[in-house]
């Protein structure tokens, strides 16, 4: 039965146990996904400090389907906020994402998560001489527009379509490129996936794309 997340013991638990029998000595182990190792590991390296990255809380993201599934989420869960305390220090990449993360593990204490945000230092990052705002910019009808994101509900990329139809209706046609990967082992990655296919077709708005490219490597590599 698929399960999701269904790899919660294959990866981190039989990466872990590759660990412990190792003849690693860590200073920092590095983890995310899921918190199911942080014991084993901290038993059998207790000086090492654990760093967690947490994404997005795998609670949230996990569809209900049927009760065995959601008695199987709701266990992972509680199980998890025990966890999660044994780790040093928990980063998140926004505020948002660390309330949510406190909402569904009210057990761990806040002091232990860090918001990191931006990932990258977009300070040092040179856009040479050309302006940022639009008002500076000469108009452009063949501006491109580019979203990377995982295939899902709740990234609502339909409303990036709804405004491509917007934007056609003024006249403006720029060039929308979707690209990301669908979770094959999700349905409703691929329905979503489809429903946005569906949703250009009906809108007529030719201007959005998918990156089929990044779809099947994923598809294929999984």
């Given at each position: 039965?698929?399960?999701?997340?269904?790899?919660?013991?294959?990866?981190?638990?039989?990466?872990?146990?590759?660990?412990?029998f190792?003849d690693?000595?860590?200073?920092?182990?590095?983890?995310?996904?899921?918190?199911?190792?942080?014991?084993m590991?901290?038993?059998?390296?207790?000086?090492v400090?654990?760093?967690?990255?947490?994404?997005?809380p795998?609670?949230?993201?996990?569809?209900?389907?049927?009760?065995?599934?959601?008695?199987?989420?709701?266990?992972?869960?509680?199980?998890?906020?025990?966890?999660?305390?044994?780790?040093?220090?928990?980063?998140?990449?926004?505020?948002?994402t660390?309330?949510?993360?406190?909402?569904?593990?009210?057990?761990?204490?806040?002091?232990?998560?860090?918001?990191?945000?931006?990932?990258?230092?977009?300070?040092?990052?040179?856009?040479?001489?050309?302006?940022?705002?639009?008002?500076?910019?000469?108009?452009?009808?063949?501006?491109?527009?580019?979203?990377?994101?995982?295939?899902?509900?709740?990234k609502?990329?339909?409303?990036?379509?709804?405004?491509?139809?917007?934007?056609?209706?003024?006249?403006?046609?720029?060039?929308?490129?979707?690209?990301?990967?669908?979770?094959?082992h999700i349905?409703?990655?691929?329905i979503?996936?489809?429903?946005?296919?569906?949703?250009?077709?009906?809108?007529?708005?030719?201007?959005?794309?998918?990156?089929?490219?990044?779809?099947?490597?994923?598809a294929?590599?999984?």
């Amino acid at each position: 039965m698929a399960l999701h997340p269904g790899d919660w013991f294959s990866q981190n638990v039989a990466l872990a146990w590759q660990l412990v029998f190792s003849d690693l000595d860590p200073d920092l182990i590095v983890i995310d996904h899921s918190a199911s190792c942080v014991p084993m590991i901290k038993w059998r390296f207790p000086r090492v400090k654990i760093l967690f990255y947490c994404h997005f809380p795998q609670q949230l993201v996990t569809p209900s389907r049927f009760f065995l599934y959601r008695w199987y989420s709701k266990a992972i869960g509680l199980i998890e906020g025990t966890m999660f305390n044994s780790a040093d220090l928990i980063m998140v990449n926004s505020h948002f994402t660390e309330r949510q993360f406190l909402r569904v593990m009210p057990d761990v204490c806040p002091s232990k998560l860090m918001v990191v945000y931006p990932p990258c230092d977009v300070d040092s990052t040179s856009i040479g001489n050309k302006p940022i705002s639009r008002k500076q910019r000469a108009y452009n009808v063949h501006y491109t527009f580019l979203s990377m994101n995982r295939f899902w509900p709740e990234k609502r990329l339909d409303i990036i379509v709804e405004a491509a139809k917007m934007l056609k209706s003024r006249n403006r046609r720029p060039r929308i490129l979707l690209a990301g990967s669908v979770m094959p082992h999700i349905p409703e990655s691929r329905i979503y996936y489809e429903l946005l296919k569906k949703m250009v077709d009906d809108l007529n708005v030719s201007a959005v794309s998918f990156d089929f490219k990044s779809v099947f490597i994923f598809a294929l590599n999984h």
